[in-house]
């Protein structure tokens, strides 16, 4: 998720307090930065890993939107069921998810992607009592034990992604600000895990996804320094988006995007990969043909589970599929390719 989009706590999250549009944009430029190193090196022409163990021949399909109660039966209809298959919402600790995105997943029959941020719901990296070390000691196990029991029965098993992109400065709970440390991620992980496990939450499959380029990209905030062991993971995947031809930077297509991110990241754990976040907008090329190029990722990425559609449009770029007829058609096409 964009550091900043309000709309993602106040709808994926049960009785959170909206943040301000205005906060939607100041960490734009960062997120800027990175795709450019990303895109940088795509150009090195790094190679992907080849000991990733082959996922499920089909790949899920889903999207995150503001509004998905009105929005996900509007994008079926239009798209068909296979484009929504997964429905992705982001959880200030503490909270649950909203009960009606709770009952449309088990009427959609769709896997739920809870990406979990314990914060404070707001922007802002300094916020002393959301330290990493503060989930070590147990300060959110309240809110994750009502949130497990909220979810772990659904079925499909339901994923969650606890405090995702630790390798940015964007989060309170991001490893080089906050006085939090990548150690100190790992542990925090750990904890999550055993208390979720605890809550009996062992369907509950866990998704780790740092960001496709640490920022900074220095060796202590290297990836491989917030991963918390093969065993501590069911999912893993990464997150990236192509901004288009703004602000200095090029259109990159989606391989140019994941391919280091994967290559390192199959390294670590050779397990089924997923595309958490991503999207693409439409400035300086055609979105429609972005996304039909889509399907050539199974072939670059033979592990790809899953595939979750940023749709939004905000500070940093219009990403929506859903308001063009256009991009509906290409997106629909993807998923029945993806799905068969």
């Known amino acids: 998720m964009f550091p900043g989009n309000a709309a993602a706590r106040a709808t994926g999250a049960h009785s959170v307090t909206a943040v301000p549009a205005t906060l939607r944009l100041h960490r734009a430029p960062r997120r800027r930065a990175a795709a450019i190193a990303i895109a940088a090196a795509a150009v090195a022409g790094v190679a992907l890993a080849a000991h990733a163990e082959p996922a499920s021949a089909k790949v899920e399909i889903g999207v995150y939107q503001d509004d998905p109660v009105r929005g996900i039966p509007a994008l079926r209809a239009a798209a068909g069921p296979k484009a929504t298959r997964v429905i992705s919402v982001y959880v200030t600790g503490g909270k649950t998810v909203d009960p009606r995105v709770i009952a449309l997943a088990k009427r959609t029959k769709a896997r739920l992607m809870v990406s979990w941020m314990p914060d404070a719901g707001k922007d802002g990296v300094r916020q002393p009592k959301y330290r990493l070390v503060r989930t070590v000691r147990g300060a959110q196990n309240r809110g994750l034990v009502a949130l497990t029991k909220q979810i772990r029965n659904l079925r499909p098993a339901p994923i969650l992604r606890p405090m995702p992109e630790p390798n940015t400065p964007w989060y309170a709970w991001s490893g080089t600000v906050n006085r939090n440390t990548p150690a100190a991620y790992v542990s925090a992980w750990k904890a999550v895990r055993k208390t979720v496990r605890k809550a009996g939450g062992t369907r509950i ?81 055609s979105r429609e043909k972005w996304i039909g190029r ?47």
């Open 294 to 340: 889509l399907p050539g990722l199974q072939s670059s990425i033979p592990n790809l589970a899953g595939v979750v559609w940023f749709d939004v449009r905000d500070g940093n770029g219009d990403f929506r599929i859903s308001t063009r007829a256009s991009s509906r058609k290409a997106f629909a096409a993807f998923a029945r390719r993806a799905g068969r």
């Open 205 to 285: 499959q866990f998704l780790w996804a740092p960001y496709a380029r640490s920022i900074p990209d220095t060796p202590a905030n290297a990836i491989a320094a917030y991963f918390p062991g093969v065993t501590q993971v069911e999912l893993v995947g990464t997150s990236a988006y192509n901004f288009g031809n703004v602000g200095g930077l090029a259109w990159t297509e989606a391989d140019a995007l994941f391919e280091d991110a994967y290559r390192q990241i199959s390294a670590l754990a050779p397990k089924p990969f997923w595309i958490a976040e991503t999207g693409s907008s439409a400035a300086g090329g």
